[in-house]
């Protein structure tokens, strides 16, 4: 049977879409890809001590882009931050550079975990990352111990910037225990990872070790 042109035209048609949407489907990333969110909870106290000093750096941009789109490029800035930060950066405790316990500071060449943390966010915001996608993130450890990392929520899922390793891996393939982490409606709001609110309250953020 020899199809007409529009009926030859009307199959290409639908080819195509139907390509595209099976590339659309292989782009989304499963749910299991981003860590789930429980509720509102309390920030770090040394976040709140750094937002009063740094209050612009605090403030909801006044929109949302949910999820930061990655491509090759994209990953190489990350990869390129997270060592540099790493390599600049001398491990040290916030006894040690500031004979207090927990003091959240810009560092210039040393600083505590959750310090790494914050350069990172500022130079990735700089190099055109959205600044509700860079999330400050508060974990246990696999000793138990409280440390600070920062989540990049990307289109290929949630990812972890750390100070211990220049790899950077998806949120549950690190081997930390998820507390909380910004809001990306409102830096200044918390949201739990856990389903156990009270984990970790009290805790001390330690992570040079």
């Not at 190489?76 to 790493?86: A, P």
């Not at 949120?171 to 409606?185: A, E, H, I």
């Amino acid at each position: 049977m020899i199809r007409t042109g529009a009926a030859l035209a009307a199959g290409l048609a639908l080819s195509v879409l139907a390509a595209a949407s099976a590339e659309a489907r292989s782009n989304v990333a499963p749910a299991a890809a981003f860590a789930p969110e429980y509720g509102d909870t309390l920030p770090p106290i040394g976040y709140v001590s750094f937002c009063a000093r740094h209050r612009d750096d605090c403030q909801p941009v006044g929109y949302m882009t949910p999820k930061a789109r990655i491509d090759s490029r994209r990953w190489d800035l990350l990869r390129q931050v997270n060592r540099y930060v790493n390599r600049k950066i001398r491990p040290v405790t916030d006894l040690e550079l500031y004979n207090r316990p927990e003091v959240w500071e810009y560092p210039t060449t040393a600083g505590d975990c959750e310090d790494y943390v914050l350069l990172k966010k500022k130079y990735l915001e700089g190099l055109g990352f959205p600044p509700e996608t860079l999330l400050i993130t508060v974990v246990l450890d696999e000793k138990g111990g409280g440390h600070a990392v920062l989540m990049v929520r990307t289109t290929k899922g949630d990812f972890i910037l750390d100070n211990r390793r220049d790899a950077i891996l998806p949120w549950n393939k690190t081997g930390y225990t998820l507390l909380k982490r910004q809001s990306q409606q409102d830096p200044r709001r918390w949201v739990s990872l856990t389903r156990r609110p009270g984990q970790g309250k009290g805790m001390r953020i330690f992570g040079n070790n």
